[in-house]
């Protein structure tokens, strides 16, 4: 592998740490911002989620490309282009006049986020080769990743209140410009000779996309559509023509993005199903909880933002005893004790929902079960998945966990939006269903699902129709996703457990903490 000299560790170490705080800050800051773009912007419900999911699978079209570019042409170089990628899509974020371009502009954001996350980890790895000196980085780097996930809320709600929704993407152009001036003082270039001799898996990557792609907007737009439409069942088709395809091109690929003879490793299975149960579950739902603490409780911004600490810091403290816990019982038990935890923190945030008469603070406790949940899961799991594969396919196994996160990411969000509009529209079938048709309440539920409560009082004009009604149309709604959320994550703790086997997981004693935080 050749390299340049080494430059400044410290000021390396700070521009991979800003990389990771702003890709983890456009994940978890613009939920609590969705509100505003509902009124803002005029967006409906499918457009909101359309905002988020554009991100998470644009990152999973990048992942498995960048790393073998950044081999190819060098880390460092990269590294630059893609950190001044993601401040250009930002600026166009927070400059986009309406919903498609934002949209469009999540996208392109999505994409430079995910390269410029797999660039920071290569170099990151490269800057410090001393065992020691890469522990700590790694342990850094992990606890500025998760301070990102972990109160993005909370830096969302502080930048609404004291500028406007624009500010939440354009205070990443200059954070985007100070990364570069860390770059190019502190990185060293690296890259790999042998890289030139690997084909880019160009085929594996655009089949993914499509059956990724195919199968969100299918979801997203199903209901619209009609499911026994020509246009669903050809996306339908075309989602499994990319499935399929997909699969055929791995199996037969010399250097594929996934190779699925990993999953014989009962380790790596069993791990990926731990990531695979928390982005069905904790994750999805840090989307849409902003919304419930809105349009279901009434809260500002701000109080929304101060709420979901208790949901989100939890995993902020939790990778220490995680890891404790890996080196002592084994990922056999952690990951799907985790991974109840969070099932459990959901049941009983779905019950603590029923008592909303009471406030607010009755789905607390359950999101801080759930948040510790995440801590317990998130840190065995990333560690498994390249811990338990031979050194020299660990990229790989990196690689793989990453896609597994972010497509389960971007389905369940769409399947967690899909939850939500059935739950509202079965209240307020319930309640208004003799006054309007069939159309117009699942127009008035997704209306909802927005976060437009007053919007909908206002465009119904019924005496008996008060904004508590609604509100409590929304509370149950969500006790569907929440429900749906708690049997996801129990179900995966079992199929995971299950996965593992009797057997000693001796791997996750020789592992060693790579990631304190994030996804």
């Not at 990628?85 to 986020?113: D, E, K, N």
């Not at 439409?229 to 075309?238: E, R, T």
Request: aromatic share 10%.
């Amino acid at each position: 592998m050749s390299s340049s000299a080494p430059r400044h560790p410290f000021l390396a170490l700070a521009a991979i740490c800003l990389a990771a705080l702003m890709f983890g800050l456009e994940i978890s800051s613009v939920p609590i911002i969705l509100p505003v773009l509902e009124a803002r912007l005029h967006a409906d419900f499918q457009d909101l989620q359309w905002i988020m999911n554009a991100y998470t699978i644009a990152c999973t079209t990048v992942l498995m490309a960048t790393g073998t570019l950044a081999d190819r042409y060098g880390r460092r170089r990269m590294f630059a282009l893609t950190v001044l990628a993601f401040g250009l899509a930002s600026l166009l974020c927070g400059l986009a006049p309406g919903t498609p371009v934002l949209i469009a502009a999540r996208f392109l954001q999505g994409m430079a986020g995910g390269a410029m996350f797999i660039c920071s980890i290569a170099i990151l790895s490269h800057q410090f080769p001393d065992g020691r000196a890469r522990g700590r980085a790694f342990a850094i780097w992990g606890v500025v990743a998760g301070i990102g996930l972990g109160f993005g809320p909370v830096v969302g709600g502080a930048i609404i209140a004291l500028a406007s929704w624009q500010w939440v993407f354009l205070v990443h152009a200059p954070l985007a410009l100070l990364g570069l001036a860390l770059i190019m003082a502190g990185v060293a270039e690296s890259r790999d000779p042998m890289a030139r001799q690997q084909k880019l898996d160009l085929a594996g990557i655009v089949t993914l996309t499509i059956a990724v792609l195919g199968l969100t907007w299918l979801i997203t737009q199903g209901d619209s559509l009609g499911w026994t439409s020509p246009a669903a069942l050809g996306l339908m088709a075309a989602t499994a023509a990319g499935l399929a395809a997909f699969v055929a091109v791995e199996r037969f690929h010399p250097h594929p993005m996934f190779d699925f003879s990993v999953f014989r490793i009962r380790d790596f299975s069993g791990a990926i199903l731990g990531c695979i149960g928390m982005n069905c579950s904790y994750w999805p739902f840090m989307i849409y909880l902003p919304l419930y603490f809105s349009a279901g409780l009434g809260y500002g911004t701000t109080a929304a933002g101060l709420a979901l600490l208790v949901y989100t810091v939890p995993f902020l403290v939790m990778p220490p005893i995680a890891q404790w816990l890996l080196l002592r019982y084994q990922a056999r038990f952690v990951i799907p004790a985790g991974l109840f935890l969070i099932g459990l923190g959901f049941m009983a945030m779905k019950w603590g929902s029923g008592l909303a008469h009471l406030g607010g603070w009755t789905v607390l406790p359950g999101a801080l079960v759930a948040g510790i949940g995440l801590g317990l899961t998130t840190t065995p799991a990333t560690n498994m998945t390249t811990a338990s594969v031979p050194a020299h396919r660990a990229g790989m196994a990196s690689g793989m966990d990453v896609s597994a996160r972010l497509i389960s990411l971007a389905i369940n969000i769409a399947v967690m939006g899909l939850v939500l509009v059935a739950g509202i529209l079965a209240a307020l079938r319930g309640s208004l269903g003799a006054a309007l048709d069939a159309a117009r309440l699942r127009a008035l539920a997704e209306q909802l699902a927005g976060g437009d409560v007053a919007g909908v009082q206002q465009a119904l004009a019924l005496p008996d129709v008060s904004g508590a009604l609604l509100q409590a149309a929304v509370t149950h709604g969500f006790g569907w996703v929440m429900l749906y959320g708690g049997l996801g994550a129990w179900l995966t703790a079992a199929l995971s457990f299950a996965v593992f086997g009797g057997r000693q997981a001796t791997a996750a004693r020789d592992a060693s903490p790579r990631v304190a935080g994030g996804r």
